[in-house]
């Protein structure tokens, strides 16, 4: 097994005041899903002149004539990602996961949601900071059970909109299976029904697709080893199999479960937040904008890149190490935002084997 070399990269801080730690809920109204928001557009809508493009713009694969085109919002899921919040639900019909560091050294995921709306997901948990970066480029909604003040703050002054457990459809669910905390679900199907938007609309594609033959990957990488956080058994452990990665220590439901296409690792710089959790955890923020290295990782091999984001509505891209525009192949892709370290924040790593 070999380490890649720790990715460096640029970065924007952002401007925060201090507060404390609120619970589930809260927040300004979005009238157009029924919930509770900051103030944002749905997505960038193509050209009226142009065809509605006939691919998905979180996937890059083929869709059905038009349907590429909604009148709903990409949807992003905050669910747990510790051992409380198994099973997760519905990640299996994702079309892209982002996992981020939180307090606690443990991670969240950031699961998008467009083509394929389920009717239960979760356990659905809080935002961060981080999420400024993720949501912003699609202009998306992020689906929460709530956030400490400073985040709200922090996504109104960005413009990002969010749904929360003042809408019916976001509610907690006491069947047994999880704990109170980790017991808030969504139903995205419904909140899509429930969208007042007018006109039909298509975010910009998040990458630039390609396709297998586009992808220049060397070396054998059939194993693959993504270290966000510090907290026992947060190593992520991926297998290439059939054509898939396959998440060795995955909490998903074996009912809904999230093999990607593609993984990529992309190192980022990480701050602290201007608060402590209840439990007097500090905060991380991961600031996906900048530039720096990123490894990606397709058929069993890989590709060493550089990637660039220009501020949080930024979308990433990719270059080789000649400058020439590395594209995503097509498909299904889990991004792990792995960080630099610092500020008390440890370093995060990657590596792979064969």
């Known amino acids: 097994m070999r380490t890649s ?34 103030t944002a557009a749905s997505g960038a809508s193509s050209p009226a002149a142009a065809p509605t493009p006939s691919t998905w713009p979180l996937t890059g694969l083929a869709a059905p004539d038009g349907a590429s085109e909604t009148k709903h919002s990409v949807y992003i899921a905050k669910i747990d990602n510790t051992y409380d919040s198994k099973p997760q639900y519905g990640i299996g019909q994702a079309d892209m996961v982002t996992q981020e560091l939180v307090e606690g050294g443990i991670t969240r995921l950031a699961v ?34 709530g956030a400490a003040q400073v985040t709200l703050s922090g996504l109104a002054k960005a413009g990002v909109k969010f749904i929360d457990m003042n809408n019916p459809n976001v509610r907690r669910v006491l069947d047994g299976t999880h704990d109170t905390l980790h017991s808030v679900q969504a139903n995205l199907s419904k909140l899509a029904a429930s969208s007042t938007q007018s006109t039909a609309a298509r975010p910009q594609d998040f990458f630039q697709w390609g396709t297998d033959a586009d ?4 070396g054998k990488a059939t194993t693959v080893n993504t270290k966000i956080g510090n907290a026992p058994g947060s190593n992520d452990v991926w297998k290439y199999t059939a054509g898939k990665y396959v998440l060795q220590n995955s909490y998903m439901d074996r009912a809904s479960v999230y093999n990607p296409d593609t993984v990529i690792a992309i190192t980022v710089k990480t701050s602290l937040a201007p608060y402590r959790d209840p ?29 660039r984001k220009d501020g949080v509505e930024g979308l990433p891209t990719f270059t080789a190490k000649d400058g020439t525009p590395v594209k995503v192949p097509a498909g299904h892709v889990w991004i792990a935002l792995v960080p630099k370290g610092g500020e008390a924040v440890s370093a995060g790593s990657v590596s792979w084997s064969k």
């Open 279 to 307: 439990a007097g955890n500090p905060v991380p923020v991961t600031h996906f904008e900048g530039s720096g290295k990123a490894v990606i990782f397709h058929g069993g091999k890989l590709e060493k890149v550089k990637w």
């Open 215 to 218: 992808f220049q990957g060397t």
């Open 112 to 145: 998008f949601f467009y083509s394929k709306l389920p009717q239960k997901v979760g356990p659905i948990r809080s935002m961060r900071l981080t999420d400024i970066g993720v949501a912003k480029p699609l202009n998306a909604k992020l689906v929460t059970s």
């Open 5 to 38: 070399r720790a990715l460096v990269r640029a970065i924007v801080p952002l401007a925060l005041g201090s507060v404390v730690l609120t619970g589930c809920g809260g927040g300004s109204k979005d009238s157009s899903d029924g919930g509770s928001a900051s």
